[in-house]
């Protein structure tokens, strides 16, 4: 981490031992953000969070007589989120995930598996939505706001045709 560009986090600011946590330099989390850092977490450099972001490195078995409760076993994998990630308001990225370089995380979205670098993806769970120009270097502001609002629109625009029962895409 660069001193000169030491990471702002808002309050409040959860996790579960906060030593499984590399952060790199200029990063900003929003407010409410929770960490379960079970298992280690790297965040980037120039990443940005929306408020209420959440990244769970811990999970438990699908079985339920598995699960057995409190006595029951739970995992964790490792999350990498790499460098100019903007991860949108109310985000889940789910164990084992890694965001790759230059990527739009819609808000809302449920990350379920991997994010190929310069993607945006949304939705529950989260799909690619539109590939980026990795070459134009890291997003301007504008630029991803505007990319999230069309993934937005597109997610939106695909749940009101399966409601209205059209398979067309």
């Known amino acids: 981490m660069d001193a000169a560009s030491p990471p702002f986090i808002e309050p409040p600011f959860r996790c579960d031992y906060g030593y499984n946590i590399t952060v790199g330099s200029d990063v900003y989390m929003n407010f409410n953000c ?11 450099s120039r990443v940005l969070f929306g408020p209420n972001v959440q990244i769970y490195t811990a999970a438990h078995p699908l079985a339920g007589s598995l699960r057995n409760g409190t006595k029951g076993p739970e995992y964790a994998l490792p999350i990498s989120i790499g460098d100019d990630v903007w991860v949108g308001g109310g985000a889940i990225v789910l164990p084992g995930v890694s965001i790759g370089n230059g990527s739009v995380v819609g808000a809302g979205a449920v990350v379920t598996r991997n994010v190929e670098p310069y993607t945006v993806v949304a939705g529950n769970p989260a799909r690619l939505v539109r590939r980026l120009n990795p070459e134009a270097g890291p997003l301007k502001p504008e630029e991803a706001a505007a990319a999230v609002a069309e993934a937005e629109a597109d997610v939106a625009a695909k ?6 029962g059209s398979s067309s895409a």
């Open 159 to 164: 749940a009101a045709r399966a409601t209205n």
């Open 34 to 44: 929770c960490v379960l850092d079970c298992n280690k977490v790297t965040i980037g």
